[in-house]
């Protein structure tokens, strides 16, 4: 559970009307789930498990993106039978890109491993099933001259549950799933027989080297109450709707003491600061472990799932400072943070300085919307794309304050922090085989 730093204007939450409210739910299923990280790099697979934990059949969006700006890379409808579990995995593909791959046969629109212009899709048989590849496209991102090589190759994904499916419909029928898109009553009102989410959605996810015989477990956030009542959500493959700009606009979140309501209803992107104050932390912290006898690695990924909401157009917004600029070739959407460092006894080290393999560096900059810190710049991830961080002790903890601030509520209720997921993984090399584990931040 995230604690918020919360400040009180001049009135307090209490006055708010009891609606639907976006929060972080403890039970770990929602209408809207985070996946803070995939990587394809150095052989690297990333897995991503979505669950339907109801006895009701549901849509819903898949949705990747890019690392530097969470530009999308691929997206398609899902569509889940009671109690199904559709397994994904990102994968480097031919050509040095990378794709989703799956043998799951829940429906999908448009199918996998189908054509698409430059970057086609393809089948193949596995055993008894089909290997559908699809690969990722650049195609929102390649008129940028910011990092423009690789920035598919690490990112992060999300899933949006889009409505429950009546049950006069059989989802495991894709044929059948797919003519109401293209002749069906789908083609014209694709509210037919699709009412309003209800949540119930659940996720897994772990990163796979085979060449390294290492894997760890990647932490997956599930939101709840984030569709607003009685509102439709289904929209055709390749609209980039729905979107987390579309929920409610208020959140109930933990201040430390209390659960408190926040009311972003009379502002423009309500919907997204509502998602930014259940996310929003001022400060994250974690363990770090570099011992040298035993190889240890430890690697931070601190990602901003909402941040592009706030940083496109050439003008940033709270809680963001810095807009993107793609004629830039190095990103300068940066957001300051500071570091703290602790060995295992609680004794720190300060100065100043950037994010470089120098014992007195603890500020710096984290500017894209998936960020992995790798501590001593030996990436447990196996990422090529990282910001190296000193770390003067052999194991201890690291803290990362961010002193930036949503927009005050329409009470006055001001959250402190940036909308932040993550986790912290550390790899143990043992000669050519490796152990791994991860631990979500805590805040």
């Given at each position: 559970m995230m604690i918020k730093n919360i400040l009180t204007a001049a009135v307090v939450a209490a006055s708010i009307p009891a609606t639907a409210q976006q929060s972080i739910n403890s039970e770990n299923t929602g209408?809207?789930?985070?996946?803070?990280?995939y990587n394809v790099e150095n052989g690297a697979t990333t897995f991503m498990h979505v669950s339907n934990n109801t006895g009701d059949a549901k849509t819903v969006k898949v949705r990747f993106m890019e690392s530097v700006r969470s530009a999308v890379v691929l997206e398609f409808n899902a569509y889940l039978a009671p109690y199904d579990v559709m397994p994904l995995a990102v994968s480097a593909t031919d050509g040095g890109l990378a794709g989703v791959l799956t043998t799951d046969p829940s429906c999908t629109v448009p199918e996998l491993g189908t054509p698409n212009g430059d970057y086609p899709g393809s089948q193949a048989p596995a055993g008894d099933l089909?290997?559908?590849?699809?690969?990722?496209?650049?195609?929102?991102?390649?008129?940028?001259?910011?990092d423009a090589g690789g920035r598919a190759l690490i990112g992060?994904?999300?899933?949006?549950?889009?409505?429950?499916?009546?049950?006069?419909?059989?989802?495991?029928?894709?044929?059948?799933?797919?003519?109401?898109?293209?002749?069906?009553?789908?083609?014209?009102?694709?509210?037919?027989?699709?009412?309003?989410p209800t949540g119930g959605l659940s996720?897994?996810?772990?990163?796979v080297v085979p060449d390294l015989a290492y894997s760890l477990s990647l932490n997956v956030t599930a939101i709840d109450g984030w569709a607003k009542?009685?509102?439709?959500?289904?929209?055709?493959?390749?609209?980039?709707?729905?979107?987390?700009?579309?929920?409610?606009?208020?959140?109930?979140?933990?201040?430390?003491?209390?659960?408190?309501?926040?009311?972003?209803?009379?502002?423009?992107?309500?919907?997204?600061?509502?998602t930014g104050a259940v996310l929003a932390t001022a400060r994250i912290h974690n363990e770090v472990q570099v011992e040298d006898a035993i190889a240890a690695q430890t690697d931070w990924v601190i990602?901003?799932?909402?941040?592009?909401?706030?940083?496109?157009?050439?003008?940033?917004?709270?809680?963001?400072?810095?807009?993107?600029?793609?004629?830039?070739?190095?990103?300068?959407?940066?957001?300051?943070?500071?570091l703290v460092r602790h060995d295992r006894e609680g004794n720190s080290s300060t100065g100043t300085g950037t994010f470089v393999p120098d014992e007195l560096g603890i500020e710096g900059d984290l500017c894209d919307s998936v960020n992995v810190m790798s501590f001593n710049s030996k990436s447990a991830l196996v990422s090529n794309d990282f910001v190296p961080v000193g770390f003067p002790y052999q194991s201890g903890a690291a803290g990362v304050s961010m002193g930036q601030s949503l927009p005050a509520d329409d009470n006055g209720l001001v959250v402190k922090g940036l909308p932040a997921i993550g986790f912290s993984a550390t790899r143990i090399v043992n000669a050519d085989k490796s152990y791994g584990y991860s631990s979500a931040h805590k805040t």
């Open positions: 209408q809207v789930l985070l996946f803070p990280f089909t290997l559908r590849t699809q690969p990722f496209v650049p195609y929102q991102y390649e008129s940028d001259k910011t992060h994904a999300e899933v949006i549950e889009m409505g429950v499916v009546d049950d006069s419909i059989d989802v495991s029928d894709c044929a059948a799933v797919s003519k109401l898109w293209t002749s069906g009553d789908w083609a014209t009102d694709p509210s037919v027989n699709v009412s309003a996720a897994n996810s772990y990163m009542a009685g509102t439709n959500y289904h929209y055709g493959a390749g609209t980039l709707k729905p979107e987390l700009s579309q929920g409610v606009s208020t959140a109930t979140v933990f201040d430390g003491s209390d659960y408190v309501t926040l009311d972003y209803s009379k502002q423009e992107n309500g919907s997204v600061l509502a990602t901003f799932p909402s941040k592009k909401y706030s940083t496109s157009g050439g003008v940033a917004s709270a809680p963001f400072t810095k807009a993107f600029d793609g004629s830039k070739e190095t990103n300068v959407a940066c957001e300051p943070v500071n």
